[in-house]
């Protein structure tokens, strides 16, 4: 059974900096996709960053660019977020994503993706 656990979500204030992580399990994680998403109150799931099986290519949303930073670590089935210089607008909850195979095309497509952890809470305050 695939699992994906999120943890590292919490309140910070404008300017501050959080590392969230996702922990797999229930697949050979290096065989797999990535990827953040996010959904702030009444708004859709939005893609935030990806990696590919291959841990060198990165994606980011135009919207994170120079703050945000993923990464991974195949031997521990896991992937983190490290995000620098929050913003109010990027509280939001944060949900890991993987799919054994994404096209590069469809990487920001949430309908790409078939398992999704429950997500962790990320309020920046002004």
């Known amino acids: 059974q695939v699992q994906l656990v999120e943890s590292g979500g919490g309140l910070v204030q404008t300017g501050g900096a959080l590392r969230l992580s996702c922990a797999a399990s229930?697949?050979?994680?290096?065989?797999?996709?990535a990827a953040w998403f996010r959904q702030a109150p009444g708004k859709g799931r939005e893609f935030v960053a990806a990696m590919r099986q291959g841990a060198t290519n990165k994606y980011y949303a135009d919207s994170v660019k120079g703050r945000f930073t993923i990464s991974r670590d195949n031997a521990k089935n896991t992937i983190d977020l490290q995000m620098n210089n929050l913003q109010p607008e990027d509280t939001a909850v944060y949900y890991c994503?993987?799919?054994?195979?994404?096209?590069?095309?469809?990487?920001?497509?949430?309908?790409?993706?078939?398992?999704w952890g429950r997500g962790t809470q990320v309020t920046v305050s002004s």
């Open positions: 229930g697949l050979t994680f290096s065989r797999y996709t």
């Open positions: 994503a993987t799919k054994e195979w994404v096209i590069l095309s469809a990487i920001e497509r949430e309908d790409q993706y078939h398992f």
